[in-house]
């Protein structure tokens, strides 16, 4: 059972920056970042492969950077450019085998932490 926590969700200006981070109990060969608004379905925002490789989500490229350090089993999300349409709870999530990218089906990811708030206000 792989166990994932994040952390560093909270509130911020438009234009402002945040960064999440999550940590996994073990290793895993995929790890991603979702997030889900309101009365909004859950959303790809960014896939990390073990070997590093990257998938953004069109609507967050050029603002939001994800990245992982597999020694740590931790992911990261930096937010840059943040805009109030970012205002969703962030989940991170983890599976094996193989690494969908940002825009694949949330259900491929059996392992979820519990979220993380993120607010920006206008």
């Known amino acids: 059972q792989v166990q994932l926590v994040e952390s560093g969700g909270g509130s911020v200006q438009a234009g402002g920056s945040l960064r999440l981070s999550c940590q996994a109990s073990?290793?895993?060969?995929?790890m991603g970042w979702f997030r889900q608004a309101p009365g909004k379905e859950r959303e790809g925002v960014a896939t990390?492969?073990?070997?590093?490789?990257?998938s953004v989500a069109d609507s967050v490229k050029g603002r939001f950077t994800a990245s992982r350090v597999n020694a740590e089993n931790t992911l990261y999300l930096q937010m840059n450019s943040l805009k109030p349409e970012d205002t969703a709870m962030y989940y991170c999530?983890?599976?094996?085998?193989?690494?969908?990218?940002?825009?694949?089906?949330?259900?491929?990811?059996?392992?979820w932490g519990q979220g993380t708030q993120v607010t920006v206000s206008s």
């Open positions: 999530a983890a599976k094996n085998l193989w690494c969908p990218g940002a825009s694949g089906r949330w259900s491929d990811f059996p392992y």
């Open positions: 073990v290793d895993t060969f995929c």
């Open positions: 990390v492969g073990r070997s590093g490789s990257t």
